[in-house]
Nanobody
């Protein structure tokens, strides 16, 4: 059983920063990709960023490059997402997801096996 848990969401003003964390427990992966996705009301789930456990290669949605940074900590399947210069349109539920192995497209949500419950990020003035 793999448990994935997000934390760090909240209500912030435009221009502020927020850091989301994701903790994974229950299994050790020899290699994996950990990703963040988000879903706003009435919209499809969209890719935010991903990082490979082995080697640390990162992947970002083009529209978020430069504002968001994904990191792995201490070689564990635990990661964070630093979000800077937040905009109103960044408001969404943010989900952490894990996929064993590194074959395939890290931007496709249906390739991820384990998901957290999500954490709400609201950007509002």
């Amino acid at each position: 059983q793999v448990q994935v848990e997000e934390s760090g969401g909240g209500l912030v003003q435009p221009g502020a920063s927020l850091r989301l964390s994701c903790a994974v427990a229950g299994r050790t992966f020899s290699d994996y990709i950990a990703g963040w996705f988000r879903q706003a009301p009435g919209k499809e789930r969209e890719f935010v960023a991903a990082v490979r456990g082995s080697g640390g290669a990162t992947f970002y949605a083009d529209s978020l490059k430069g504002r968001f940074t994904i990191s792995i900590h201490n070689g564990k399947p635990t990661m964070s997402l630093q979000m800077n210069s937040l905009k109103l349109e960044d408001s969404a539920v943010y989900y952490c997801a894990i996929r064993p192995g590194a074959v395939g497209d890290p931007m496709k949500y249906n390739e991820y096996s384990y998901w957290g419950q999500g954490t709400q990020v609201t950007v509002s003035s």
